[in-house]
């Protein structure tokens, strides 16, 4: 198993920046890709940025150049660094990561963008 708690949501304004924190516990050897989805009310859970064991990242369209995904292997640690944050980009963040073939999600973190 591996549990996932995720740091560093909150209320900022918009063109602001947050960084999101991921910590991973657990059978951590097991962790190939791990990312970042988030879900608004009434909105389906949208995948926003991935990073595979190797480094490679991949990103949703309505994120791409604003958002950073890195991961801190010797911390099992995902981040999504977010900048010029849109009102759009409110929602509840989860961090997941992916063993096997089978997602873990962590509790979710909640994100406000709002003057």
């Known amino acids: 198993q591996v549990q996932l708690v995720e740091s560093g949501g909150g209320l900022v304004q918009p063109g602001g920046s947050l960084r999101l924190s991921c910590a991973a516990s657990?059978?951590?050897?097991?962790?190939?890709?791990m990312g970042w989805a988030r879900q608004a009310p009434g909105i389906q859970r949208e995948l926003v940025a991935t990073?595979?064991?190797?480094?490679?990242?991949k990103y949703a369209d309505s994120v791409e150049g604003r958002f950073t995904i890195s991961r801190d292997n010797a911390k099992n640690t995902v981040y999504l660094q977010m900048n010029s944050l849109k009102p759009e980009d409110t929602a509840v963040y989860y961090c997941?990561?992916?063993?096997?073939?089978?997602?873990?999600w962590g509790q979710g973190t909640q994100v406000t963008v709002s003057s």
């Open positions: 990073i595979t064991s190797g480094g490679s990242t």
């Open positions: 657990g059978s951590i050897f097991s962790i190939n890709a």
């Open positions: 997941n990561a992916e063993t096997y073939g089978v997602y873990h």
